[in-house]
């Protein structure tokens, strides 16, 4: 986000930027594939201001399809009471992460698009130290993901 400041970016080109970075370095918790929520108020306003002035909601919640089956059908295929978190089954929504980051730039953004997504490219393109937390959970998704027949 440092880096998007120097760079004359605001928070919006920050918050994308994080969210393109935390898709490479925590997949696991944010990334395109997902859906995102957000409360903006007006640029250039105080915190304390902005109860007094509009704020802007970004809903990017995914849409469920028109003939997606309902939760009764989707527990008849599982063998628990609750939709499974991975796998095909686990997709109940369309994602939409990526059409929210594209209206909160069109919207608030000042940075074009390479600037905003060069911290995560150059995290893929050359690694990064992974903490303890995120290697655990790698590893759990590996075994998830090797016991997994339909995958």
Avoid at 121 to 145: I, N
Wanted: charged share 20%.
């Amino acid at each position: 986000a440092e880096t998007i400041l120097e760079r004359n970016g605001n928070a919006a080109d920050a918050a994308i930027a994080a969210v393109l970075v935390l898709g490479v370095v925590e997949p696991y918790n944010a990334g395109l594939g997902a859906d995102m929520y957000g409360l903006i108020s007006e640029p250039g306003l105080e915190y304390s201001q902005a109860p007094k002035n509009k704020v802007s909601v970004l809903n990017g919640a995914g849409r469920v399809p028109k003939n997606a089956p309902t939760l009764e059908e989707v527990k008849k295929l599982i063998s628990t009471d609750s939709p499974p978190h991975r796998g095909a089954q686990g997709i109940l929504t369309i994602p939409a992460a990526t059409s929210a980051l594209c209206s909160l730039h069109t919207r608030f953004g000042n940075l074009p698009w390479p600037l905003l997504v060069a911290p995560a490219v150059r995290l893929a393109s050359d690694g990064f130290t992974m903490t303890q937390r995120s290697s655990d959970a790698w590893a759990q998704f590996v075994r998830e993901v090797l016991r997994d027949a339909n995958l």
